[in-house]
Nanobody, 122 residues
Framework: QVQLVDSGGGLVQAGGSLRLSCAASGSIFSINTMAWYRQAPEKQRDFVARIWSSGSTHYADSVKGRFTISRDNAKNTVYLQMNDLKPEDTAVYYC????????????????WGQGTQVTVSS
């Protein structure tokens, strides 16, 4: 069974950095697009960054120049390096994979990690 496991969150002061990881487990052949979203208390889940299997990336305007998304296809892992963190970045961060093909050829869609809390103090 394919699962995504988020990690790396924590408490950091404004201006600090954190690196989030999301590892896909299971017998995986390929992963298409991977992305990070975040959800602050009492707010909707918002897009943060996306990386295609080609390595192309796209960011929300609010994080451009501060966050960097990357992936290691051999490890089925996506990362989010977050620099110059601000209190408004405080949220639960979730990773997402839009399509995963297993070694047996089965395709599954729209996988989510369990979320990891990021808290930025002022």
């Amino acid at each position: 069974q394919v699962q995504l496991v988020d990690s790396g969150g924590g408490l950091v002061q404004a201006g600090g950095s954190l690196r989030l990881s999301c590892a896909a487990s299971g017998s995986i052949f390929s992963i298409n697009t991977m992305a990070w979203y975040r959800q602050a208390p009492e707010k909707q889940r918002d897009f943060v960054a996306r990386i295609w299997s080609s390595g192309s990336t796209h960011y929300a305007d609010s994080v451009k120049g501060r966050f960097t998304i990357s992936r290691d296809n051999a490890k089925n892992t996506v990362y989010l390096q977050m620099n110059d963190l601000k209190p408004e970045d405080t949220a639960v961060y979730y990773c997402n994979a839009d399509k995963i093909v297993t070694a047996s050829g089965t395709a599954g869609y729209d996988y989510w990690g369990q979320g990891t809390q990021v808290t930025v103090s002022s």
